[in-house]
């Protein structure tokens, strides 16, 4: 996925503030906080472009291990609710859930290594023929790109409905 990640975190952020009544002056740093989370299994190409010299798979590096995103937001959502402030967990928690559905949208079309550190195994739904150079083309032709373009056209109506209810607060 390349454009797709941080709409579906603004649209998860966006539920999650109606769903758990964020207060209004809270509301853009929670956005925030979904957003970065959305990107951050990302922050492995750093190393793959760096140091790593594209040798390995950016997915084989533990930043996209799904067992490290699940068991950051199982610890996220236990201090969630053990803590009885929840302002700071609410965070860490919808951070972590966009990174673990980071990882379920790499996997329509991309290899992710869902056993891992156990079994060394990529998974994806479906597969992507490499037809056209430079490599991305494969990606941008898909038809999959389709459910990324969906995705960038609900957050931006989302976020133009949502200005316009602000707007129309302050009025």
């Not at 700071?88 to 980071?102: I, K, P, Q, R, Y």
């Not at 550190?117 to 998974?123: E, G």
């Amino acid at each position: 996925m390349f454009i797709g990640h941080l709409p579906a975190g603004y649209l998860i952020g966006t539920t999650l503030v109606e769903k758990l009544g964020v207060a209004k002056d809270s509301v853009n740093r929670f956005l925030g906080w979904c957003m970065v989370g959305a990107l951050a299994p990302d922050i492995d190409l750093l190393y793959f472009y760096l140091f790593d010299q594209r040798q390995h798979h950016h997915h084989t590096y533990f930043t996209h291990y799904p067992i490290v995103w699940a068991g950051l937001l199982a610890i996220a959502f236990v201090w969630f609710r053990l803590t009885p402030k929840k302002s700071t967990a609410v965070l860490a928690v919808a951070f972590c859930l966009n990174g673990f559905v980071h990882l379920l949208l790499d996997s329509i079309v991309g290899d992710v290594w869902w056993l891992m550190p156990f079994i060394d195994r990529p998974f994806s739904l479906f597969h992507i023929e490499g037809r056209y150079h430079p490599w991305w083309l494969n990606f941008i032709l898909n038809w999959s790109f389709v459910l990324e373009l969906l995705l960038v056209t609900a957050a931006v109506w989302r976020w133009r409905k949502r200005s316009a209810a602000l707007r129309f607060e302050e009025t």
